[in-house]
Nanobody, 130 residues
Framework: QVQLVESGGGLVQPGGSLRLSCAAS????????IGWFRQAPGKEREGVSC????????YYADSVKGRFTISRDNAKNTVYLQMNSLKPEDTAIYYC???????????????????????WGQGTQVTVSS
């Protein structure tokens, strides 16, 4: 059974940093791409950043460009999201999600914007507040 398990959320002051981890069962290459998504209270779920498992291409939402960095460690089957210069508006539940390698997308952005259909983690809370 495929599992995506997030960790690393918490409470941080504005301007602070957090690193989220997503541990995937099986091989990262079994997925088309893996990404991070968030949902704030009263808002729709949105794609934050996604990374292709084949060519490493990356997508970032405009709201996090220059502050967040996504990376992958194939040996550990783990994808990370380094979040710097956090703002109160980054407060949300952050989810790790992926589509299987059989899904076809024109770009990794397409999966990120339209949200994966196959696998979702349980989410981890990130709260940015003083």
């Amino acid at each position: 059974q495929v599992q995506l398990v997030e960790s690393g959320g918490g409470l941080v002051q504005p301007g602070g940093s957090l690193r989220l981890s997503c541990a995937a069962s099986g091989l990262i290459s079994d997925y088309y791409a893996i990404g991070w998504f968030r949902q704030a209270p009263g808002k729709e779920r949105e794609g934050v950043s996604c990374i292709s498992t084949s060519d490493g291409s990356i997508y970032y939402a405009d709201s996090v460009k220059g502050r967040f960095t996504i990376s992958r460690d194939n040996a550990k089957n783990t994808v990370y999201l380094q979040m710097n210069s956090l703002k109160p508006e980054d407060t949300a539940i952050y989810y790790c999600a992926a589509d299987s390698a059989g899904r076809l997308y024109e770009t990794v952005k397409a999966m990120c914007v339209n949200l994966p259909r196959d696998y979702w983690g349980q989410g981890t809370q990130v709260t940015v507040s003083s």
